[in-house]
């Protein structure tokens, strides 16, 4: 104990990575268990002389830490920013307040504005638990959120995270909703928008489920965990910049909820809705065209599920002063012919330079986002966009640009290739009925993406086309023969993910 | 690998308590974290020869363990039944088909009740996340249970764990609907019971939450964790028993769904009907009576509350076959003098040895329990319980039927006493007109209940009761200085914990 009487201990680094949950491990005979009367699961507050987080106790036997010390997992480590040895002094958390309005929430009573805020700020500070991570989800899910709630959690992820601002009245953005293997169109609608002379400081995300994600593919052509100074360097110099936005810590909260709702396999548009939103205010854009992929295997899976959330992400972008543009595109198929992080980027650059057998459907979602995007920020006349991002991409403006934007993000460089390939054939003379978008991603990240980004997959078919028996549909590559063998395995059990019907 | 080409690894015990959570711990740089795509916080299946279970991946950096062993929790190290150094082989786990059914009650559509058996099963393989837990639990207060689901939630809860069978036809129970301190009318009712010939084959609950359990009082008599076998020759040869019942495995989710409400502190009716119902259907119990104290630090409030629960309560018992009497009674303040293992056990053994100074509230709680026990067993004409139960512990029948039980179950002892004691006095003349139910059993708890179990509280006084200037109001006991002064100081914030008011 202190002179305070408080309960004190000496940290220690357990080297422990426990996701984004903070643990402390304590012996059962330390002074501190027995007289906090703190058991295997409590939640406990640690207090230093800079932080105050709380962690839940594992109870571990000696060799561990001494009676007198408390281990901290990573998370906690870096949420408490604290040194080998510090004196920290642990106690009875209080109970989180706004975990009662989660619970009025779950007997029918809508949030208020104020509620929300103190929920996501809680969040913030690592407060809550999984368990009332997916209670809040959850009860949002099944007892729906109104308008004004939609708003009110728009509002309060941005105010919990950082807040960039820009020099210029339109800050163009973009976002799909997810779910399309290879829609690898953000650089390029980048390099357009930056070509025609409108400020797109774009952040982007890398993989949570998917076999890559933005930020993944542009890792193999330039260096993206830019800080914020560096960010600003390439956007004054580039008008814009493909970065990752985890270096940035916009709307941070998000990523904790994310991984609950992604456990969970729930995500309703009003979380959706938020969650997009708050990182596009949050990044300082005030002109977004947002790609809603519509498919059987999309996130969004009917036009009329599209529709509705189309009309909500404009109602809540009105009201937190962002014009939200939705384009409602098909989904039905893979973009372009790379999944994996180098696949993917080897189509932009191919698109972006303007090659003769680029990929024409990335090449054409790509002038139509980018088109779109050209209107919204008042650059071309209603109607013009597209025919004005064409221009911008055949005369090689927008290669220049990516070209330009690689270089002052670091260095442009080529992306990998891989070590292992494998070809899969057409079992039969036949015509390609249906590509399973789910279970090509899922044989891409068993061949190694986003990890190794070189690893994934090559398709070489397209839905409608005729094929002969043995001609190549897609072409497996990794790093491993390990990662090659796992994957075809996977494929070996599902035949039928890419399916070919009679020659129509 | 082996020879199936699956990723093997050998077991290692770690001896961290995660409490119910199964952990594994493994290497970043492991073979099998590498060819499986497994990170932090991904859900792994181990399979060993004799069973498989579902684990969440903790990274561990290398002297914890090899990069060819994975290290279990104790959890997980007990469901698996594991032995050191033992080969076992980890995969992905398929998707737990159930939490489907979850999300549809989420998003609005009502279990069917194979639904809740599939749940209820899942949770009990330890297939559900403590996420998945509150989702269900979430959806379930959300969304509301209509009869046929609290039925179907309270069979279900039957059927995945262990169910006792006894030869009578009538076995009688009782239940207390909790947050009363000093409530401990368990071992008197069974004790006038047994006495009178009815057969009471009673399982008690160590405390969660509180300061004393019922079988944590018992204990400081004679010993509680018969097993199976131990029990049923104490029934057979006393007619009755107060053991444990965390020994035998009765509804064994219901105790990883408490802890997730008491997490949320959110219990509907709905899952408290189920919890205390399927442990009564489980226990082979056939007539019930349930204790409802109403108060406003009660775990029910109101009467109109108390009505409700007590309906459903009645409703859902017929369903499943049990004879259940709801008596709601008065719980605005303790029961008994002593709120503590030991001091509880003192208050039982005076109420039931007929103790001139015996604490009277709980001699009349006691014999309006068992009065209507006894009717509904049948023993004794409607109106007549009371009467008979009063004989029965007026005679000493009851009191040499505790005596005979405790000496079957291993032998009678004489509850502990404490080593340090701390008096609170009145600060003025008055009239006490408050006792403050939570703060007193807090204050319990931090004084060393229930692990030292002549730890606790004496009451002196009661509600209504006159004071002098420095009466004294109550006694703290512990058994070391430390936790006694941890109580003083939490007695000191809370001054109001005993209201004196103007005399009356």
Redesign the interface.
């Known amino acids: 104990m202190d002179s305070l009487?408080r309960s004190t201990v000496l940290l220690k680094r357990?080297?422990?990575?426990?996701?984004?949950?903070p643990i402390v491990?304590m012996r059962?005979d330390c002074d501190v268990c027995r007289?906090e009367?703190f058991?295997?699961?409590s939640r406990v507050m640690i207090t230093t002389e800079r932080a105050s987080i709380i962690a839940t106790l594992?109870?571990?036997?000696d060799?561990?830490v001494l009676p007198t010390e408390a281990g901290l997992?990573e998370a906690a480590w870096q949420l408490l920013d604290a040194e080998s040895g510090q004196l920290a002094f642990l106690s009875h958390p209080r109970?989180v307040e706004s975990?009662g309005a989660v619970?009025a929430?779950?007997?029918?009573h809508a949030f208020r504005d104020d509620d929300l805020l103190q929920i996501l700020q809680d969040m913030g500070a690592g407060r809550y638990?999984?368990?009332?991570?997916?209670?809040f989800?959850?009860?949002c899910?099944?007892?729906g959120m109104n308008l004004d709630e939609v708003v009110g959690l728009t509002r309060s992820m941005v105010q919990v995270g950082q807040r960039l601002t820009w020099d210029h009245r339109i800050v163009a953005d973009k976002h799909c909703v997810g779910g399309l293997p290879g829609n690898r169109t953000t650089p390029i609608v980048v390099s357009i928008l930056a070509a025609a002379g409108v400020c797109i400081p774009k952040t982007s995300s890398r993989a949570i489920t998917s076999p890559a994600g933005t930020a993944d593919t542009m890792e193999t052509l330039t260096k993206v965990d830019l800080d914020l100074t560096a960010m600003r360097r390439v956007v004054e110099r580039e008008g814009g910049c493909i970065v990752w936005g985890g270096a940035i810590q916009l709307s941070p909260v998000d990523d904790l909820l994310i991984?609950?709702e992604r456990?969970?396999?729930?995500d309703s548009d009003a979380q959706l809705v938020a969650s997009v939103l708050s990182k596009k205010v949050a990044a300082g854009s005030t002109h977004v065209v947002i790609d809603i992929p519509v498919g059987p295997t999309a996130k969004v899976r009917t036009p009329e599920a599209a529709h509705v959330l189309a009309r909500l992400l404009q109602r809540v972008g009105q009201d937190v002063g962002l014009v939200v543009r939705p384009i409602v595109t098909d989904g039905s198929q893979p973009i372009g012919r790379g999944i994996g992080p180098a696949l993917e980027a080897r189509d932009v650059i191919a698109v972006t330079r303007g090659d003769r057998d680029a990929p024409s459907d990335l090449k054409e979602r790509s002038i139509l986002l980018a088109g779109e995007l050209l209107e919204l920020a008042g650059t071309c006349g209603a109607g013009r966009g597209p025919v004005e991002a064409r221009a911008v991409l055949a005369d090689g403006r927008a290669w220049r640009k990516l070209q330009a934007i690689c270089e002052a993000q670091g260095g442009m460089r080529t992306p990998p290739t891989s070590t292992q390939q494998f070809e899969v054939t057409a079992p039969a003379r036949g015509s390609v009925t249906g590509l399973d978008s789910r279970r090509l991603a899922r044989a891409a990240?068993?061949a190694?993406a986003p990890?190794d980004p070189a690893a994934g997959i090559d398709l070489h078919v397209r839905v409608g086309q005729s094929v002969e028996n043995g001609q190549p549909l897609f072409t497996l590559h990794a790093q491993s023969p390990?990662?090659l063998?796992?994957a075809r395995?996977y494929l070996a059990l599902h035949a039928d993910i890419i399916v070919i019907g009679p020659s129509s």
Do not use: Q
């Open positions: 009487g357990m080297g422990i990575d426990t996701h984004e949950e491990y059962a007289s009367g058991s295997a699961h594992n109870v571990v036997r060799g561990f997992s109970p975990v619970r929430k779950i007997f029918g638990t999984d368990i009332e991570l997916s209670a989800l959850t009860a899910a099944a007892a991984r609950v456990a969970l396999d729930i990240k068993l190694g990890a390990g990662e063998a796992y395995e």
